[in-house]
Structures are given as structure tokens and as C-alpha cells.
């Protein structure tokens, strides 16, 4: 049976807050009432077609993180709190961050729109299906496959090769038992029988399209140049060829909108697109972050999991592709994951161990150092946790302004902004005396396999790449058809630099073991499939879902 009465402070915390009118934050924003689209009171998209460009462009700061562990790190709340830190020292500011996916939220997450008085809200609302954006995204996919099968149906025009279709169906949802399957039984009738599989809805390319499109002219030509398969004499297969783009920009045209929410501080957040950076390029959208940085002196924004998978990929893809320049990097880490990196396990981490604690600074040290290497300093924010003992903290922060990182402890999630302002002088002062200059770490012009490479040993500490399975074949598809020059984007484990998960605190002499590589040409990017790691995640033993449920008057309880 679901619970019945909340037992989360977080969800208590949000659905105990006054929320203020969507039209009083668009105000503050800079948002006019004729470019705000309501749903509801509390929430609106923006439809920046009805703005005036201001010309001006604020400041940039990248949330990251150390290497995640099963005790939490806090990057949203983070990112929440130093947006409404920096609103309370009088800057305007926006925080830009991705929509929750209900796959995490039902299985292993319970929730990701922060966490303690650092939140977004409406909370419910933004878990549980926001503005149906997701669903778009997911229709607008399915779409595209179906389009597909009927084209085979109705005598293959294109002489599309049934074998070589790499187009997958999605749905938001954690299900193992979708990643392989056979579609088209039954019959003449019934479709063409060929080997499928689903993705969840964040590693669809429809999701990347979306989240890296300027305008809707730019998501029809991103759409026109999506990859759906091959021909039987290899050519690829285009949505432009099957000539769908336009239906397809159609189901979306709303989703591309920026959708407009806020903190429980009152900060304006745009909380759009939401693809996972440990299967995809892990940013929320560049239309928002765009437009957050056009009305904000500072806008704040978050990349998924750390140095190696979202801040990477922020960097490398997202930065390239839109043009933008960051100013500061924050990399938030815990007492509870340094210990668990440092050796300890999850059920003895309220024992104070500070030599634990400074052990595991390895793995912090290296997400800092590879913040560095793209030109940025960065600031390291200790999120404290209740069990963190005065000796641990101490010794953290020791340690990492010994090294000659900027540190500060962060308790925003006890106290909101106000338990962000330590962090938020030092990001300030990292802008203003450390003189930023952004670069990115490779040059895509010199071929997938050197950009691979370049990550493999300078942002993950490896020796080497190995290319297998497929990706030696996949390799040459890319070089014949002039793909081998386009950003990489890697799917790999969030737990470890290395390809394999169990591999904790900062690994070397490793090698990174790329079994695929898949032309991702309307997002602009090819992915590397590394190790393990699978496009559709599972649901664990317990899920989260278990916890779930409504009160008698309708209010959630069990998001987390």
C-alpha cells in the first residue's frame, strides 16, 4: 500500500510555502504579460517569439559535482540555493535548470527538484508531468517510428534495411523489459517483423534536438537531419527523406517553449528539457539558458552528475554548439560521499571518520582539476548533512583551500539562500579576481576516435581508448559519410571516471572500453556507448513508487 500521510520534509517543506502569482515572477524576471503563457497560476512557458531582445548578456556560473554515491551529494539543492543566495545579495538572478523524468522519480529518485528550503516549485507539478513537455517528446519519437514501420509496410520506397533502422521507440518509464524486442508479428498485416528496442524518453535525440535548438527554425532543421537508419546499400535514411519534419515540429512547437516556475525563495526559474548526462549530453535547454542570461545579471544552472559526464558535456557540447561562455563552476561535494569514495560503507557513514572523509578527497580533487582544464577555477561547495561532524567539515575545507581551491560550506537545504551566501561570495570573487577564461578541452576537427581519446586521459585518468563490438565498424560508417568530426558525447557510468562503476575515488591507468558509436546528426553530436551502461534504465527491487500515493484531498505524498 502507498503512504498515506507525508513523511519527507521536503515535500512538507513545498507544500507548506506561499507561493507567489506566475505573473508577479514573470514581472520580476523581465518576462512581458504578452510573452507569458500560463498553465495554471503557479507555472507558465515563455514564448521568447513575443520578446524584445534585451542585447545584454549576464553572467554564467555551471553547478557540478563530485563522482554521485548512493548518500547523495545535493547538486539541485545546491544550485537553488546559491541562485537564491546571490537574489538575497541583491543581484538578478535566474536559475536554468532540467525537468525532473518520472523513470528516476518512480524508481530510485522520489523527486529532483531540490531538496529542503533550496527548492523549486510547485514541487508536484514540476515530478509529476509539468507541462507535458516529456510527453511531447515522447509521442513526437514514437511518431517518427511509426512513420517509420509504416514506411515499410507501404513498399519501402527509400529501401530502408530493416536490420540497420538504429531509430527506438521511448517511453518515461525505467522498464528492462522493453530494451530488446520484436515488433511487427502477426501477419502480413501487421507490419514488417524486425528486431527494436525502447529508449526512456531522455536519451531520445528528440530530446537532445529540442534542448540544443535556438529557435523553431532551427528544431525543423535539427529534425530534418535525424538518422532513423540505413539502406540496404548503406546510405543513410533522414527524416528529411521519409519528409515528416514538419509533423514532427508541429507535436513539439509548444514543448520547445521555456517553461517559467520559481524558487521558495522567489528567484524566476526556467525548469526546461531533461536529458541524463550519463546517457546523453545531461544540460537543461539552450533556449532557456539563453534567455535566462539575456534578463539575469546571473544566471545559475546545473549539468548532471560531475566533471566527467554533464560539466563535460556542458562544456564540450552545449557550450560549443550555443555559444556560451561560463564564468565560474561550482563543484558541490558531501562529507557521506567523500567517506563512501574513501572506503566507507552507506550504513556506517554517521560515524565521524575524517581520515575516510580526506581520503576520498581524491575523487574530488580530480572533478576540480578537470574544472581547470577548460579555464575555469572552481569553487567547491560542502553541502552539509546532519551527521557531518564539526572535525570533518573542518578537515574538508582544510584540505581544499591547502590545494589552493576556493571552498566554502553550504547549508542551503536548512536554511535556503541564506545558507548559500559563503558560496556564493566566493563563486563572485572566483568571476571577478580569477579572470575566467573558458576554452573547450578538444577540437572535434581532429576525429572521433583523438576527441575520445583527449576525454579518455585527460577528464577520466585513463591510459587509453579501446574501440569494440561494433565501434571499429561504426568508426568507418563515420568516417565515410563525413560524421567523424562532430563532438562526442559519452555514455558511461555517473559512479566512476573509469567505465566500471565499482572503480570509486579518482582511478588510473585504466582503459576506456567504447563498444558503440551512434551518428546522433540532428543533435550534432555522435555517442560513444561505453562499458556497460544501457540507454533504458531498470527499476530497483524496492521503487520508489512503493512510497507513493494521495491524500484524501488530493496532495501527493511520498516525492522526495
Known amino acids: 500500500m502507498p503512504a498515506t500521510t507525508p513523511d519527507n520534509p521536503d515535500l512538507a517543506i513545498a507544500q507548506a510555502a506561499t507561493l507567489q502569482p506566475i505573473t508577479e515572477i514573470a514581472a520580476r524576471a523581465g518576462v512581458p504579460a504578452e510573452a507569458l503563457v500560463p498553465y495554471g497560476a503557479y507555472k507558465a512557458k515563455v514564448d521568447v517569439r513575443r520578446m524584445t531582445p534585451t542585447g545584454t548578456t549576464g553572467k554564467l556560473v555551471l553547478v557540478s559535482a563530485m563522482s554521485p554515491t548512493p548518500a547523495g551529494e545535493g547538486k539541485s539543492t545546491t544550485t537553488v540555493g546559491l541562485a537564491d543566495a546571490f537574489s538575497l545579495q541583491g543581484h538578478r538572478t535566474m536559475v536554468a535548470l532540467r525537468e525532473p523524468a518520472l523513470g528516476p522519480i518512480m524508481g530510485i529518485k522520489g523527486g529532483a527538484t531540490g531538496g529542503g528550503y533550496s527548492q523549486v516549485v510547485p514541487m508536484e507539478d514540476i515530478n509529476l508531468h509539468f507541462t507535458g513537455d516529456f510527453h511531447a517528446i515522447q509521442i513526437a519519437n514514437n511518431t517518427l517510428a511509426a512513420l517509420v514501420d509504416n514506411h515499410l509496410q507501404q513498399g519501402n520506397a527509400l529501401d530502408i ?164 561562455s561560463p564564468d565560474a563552476a561550482v563543484v558541490v561535494a558531501t562529507v557521506r560521499a567523500l567517506k563512501m569514495h574513501g572506503g566507507v560503507a552507506k550504513d556506517d557513514l554517521a560515524a565521524e571518520d575524517v581520515e575516510a572523509a580526506l581520503s576520498g578527497t581524491a575523487n574530488l580533487a580530480r572533478h576540480a582539476q578537470n574544472i581547470r582544464k577548460f579555464g575555469l577555477e572552481p569553487v567547491i561547495a560542502l553541502n552539509r548533512f546532519p551527521t557531518d561532524t564539526e572535525a570533518e567539515l573542518d578537515a574538508v575545507l582544510d584540505w581544499a583551500r591547502a590545494q589552493g581551491f576556493r571552498a566554502a560550506l553550504s547549508e542551503v537545504w536548512a536554511h535556503g539562500g541564506e545558507g548559500g551566501i559563503a558560496v556564493a561570495e566566493q563563486v563572485l570573487a572566483a568571476i571577478e579576481e580569477d579572470r575566467p577564461a573558458f576554452r573547450p578541452l578538444y577540437d572535434p576537427e581532429r576525429g572521433t576516435e583523438e576527441s575520445l581519446r583527449t576525454l579518455a586521459r585527460e577528464i577520466y585518468g585513463a591510459d587509453d581508448v579501446v574501440l569494440e563490438d561494433r565501434a571499429p565498424a561504426q568508426l568507418r560508417m563515420l568516417r565515410r559519410h563525413g560524421w567523424d568530426t562532430l563532438p562526442v558525447c559519452v555514455a558511461k557510468t555517473q559512479y566512476s571516471f573509469s567505465d566500471d562503476p565499482s572503480l570509486l575515488g579518482a582511478p588510473s591507468g585504466h582503459l576506456l572500453h567504447v563498444r558503440d558509436l551512434v551518428p546522433k546528426i540532428g543533435a550534432g553530436f555522435v555517442v560513444a556507448l561505453t562499458g556497460t551502461i544501457m540507454t533504458m534504465p531498470g527499476l530497483p527491487r524496492e521503487p520508489a513508487a512503493l512510497r507513493m500515493g494521495v491524500t484524501g484531498d488530493g496532495e501527493s505524498v511520498g516525492l522526495f
Open 161 to 324: 534495411d530493416p536490420r540497420r533502422i538504429q531509430w527506438k521507440r521511448v517511453v518515461d518509464v525505467n522498464d528492462r523489459a522493453l530494451r530488446s524486442i520484436v515488433v511487427g508479428l502477426g501477419g502480413p498485416g501487421q507490419g514488417v517483423p524486425r528486431e527494436d528496442g525502447f529508449d526512456i524518453v531522455v536519451a531520445s535525440e528528440i530530446m537532445a534536438v529540442l534542448c540544443l535548438a535556438s529557435d523553431l527554425a532551427d528544431l525543423e532543421a535539427r529534425l530534418r537531419r535525424i538518422v532513423v537508419g540505413f539502406t540496404r546499400g548503406r546510405e543513410p535514411v533522414t527524416v528529411e527523406g521519409l519528409g515528416v519534419a514538419g509533423a514532427l515540429t508541429m507535436l513539439l512547437k509548444d514543448a520547445l517553449l521555456p517553461n517559467l516556475v520559481q524558487t521558495l525563495g522567489g528567484t524566476p526559474a526556467l525548469v526546461h528539457g531533461g536529458p541524463f548526462a550519463n546517457i546523453a549530453h545531461g544540460c537543461n535547454s539552450l533556449a532557456a539558458t539563453s534567455l535566462a542570461l539575456s534578463l539575469a545579471e546571473i544566471t545559475v544552472t546545473e549539468a548532471g552528475f560531475g566533471s566527467d559526464l554533464g560539466a563535460e558535456k556542458f562544456l564540450d557540447i552545449k557550450s560549443r554548439l550555443g555559444g556560451l
